[in-house]
C-alpha cells in the first residue's frame, strides 16, 4: 500500500499551504489594528471626554456648529477647515469613502468599526451640509414630515423623475 501523499508544507510556518490560506483572516485583522488609524481610532474610543455633554441626538446639533465655525479659518489647523477649503468635490468624495468604509464594516459585521465607521460619515456628511448651507433644522423638519408615513407611500408621492 502507497503512503498517502502530503500537502506541500510552507517553509516558513511547516503548516500546509491549503490550511494557511484558510487562516489569513485573524491575522489581517490583528494586522489591521495595528495601523496607526486603528489604533487611534481605539484610543479615542478608549478615552474619557472630560466634562463632555451627555451622548444624546443633539450631539449632531454641537458638531454642525463647530464645523461651522471652522469655516473661513486656517486649514493647517483644523481638520474641518481643510476639507471646507478643498471644495465640495472633494467633501463629497470624503463623504463617498467614509460611506464605503462603513458599508464594508457593516458587512462585515464588525459592530464596533461599523459604529467608528458611522460616526465618521456623519462627520463628513456635517462638513458637506456646512458647505451647501444647509442646516441641521432642515433636516430635522424633513424627517419629521415623513414621520408616520410608510417608505413606499412616501416613495411613490415622490415627483417623477422622467430620465429614469
Not at 50 to 69: E, H, I, K, M, Q
Not at 114 to 126: F, K, N, P, Q
Request: glycine residues 6%.
Amino acid at each position: 500500500m502507497m503512503p498517502k501523499p502530503s500537502k506541500p508544507k510552507t517553509a516558513k510556518t511547516g503548516t500546509p499551504k491549503t490550511a494557511r490560506k484558510a487562516a489569513p483572516a485573524p491575522r489581517k485583522a490583528a494586522k489591521e489594528a495595528e495601523t496607526p488609524r486603528a489604533r487611534k481610532k481605539a484610543a479615542a474610543l478608549a478615552a474619557p471626554v472630560a466634562d463632555a455633554p451627555p451622548a444624546t441626538s443633539d450631539v449632531l446639533d454641537r458638531l454642525f456648529a463647530v464645523v461651522s465655525s471652522r469655516k473661513g479659518t486656517d486649514p493647517s489647523i483644523s481638520h474641518s477647515a481643510r476639507l471646507l477649503s478643498r471644495g465640495r468635490r472633494k467633501i463629497a468624495q470624503k463623504f463617498g469613502e467614509e460611506a464605503v468604509e462603513c458599508l464594508i464594516e457593516a458587512v462585515a459585521g464588525n459592530t464596533g468599526e461599523l459604529v467608528s465607521e458611522s460616526a465618521d460619515v456623519l462627520y463628513h456628511l456635517i462638513v458637506m451640509w456646512v458647505d451647501a448651507g444647509v442646516q441641521p433644522a432642515d433636516i430635522w423638519a424633513e424627517l419629521r414630515r415623513r414621520e408616520g408615513t410608510s417608505g413606499i407611500a412616501e416613495k411613490a408621492a415622490r415627483p417623477r423623475d422622467p430620465l429614469a
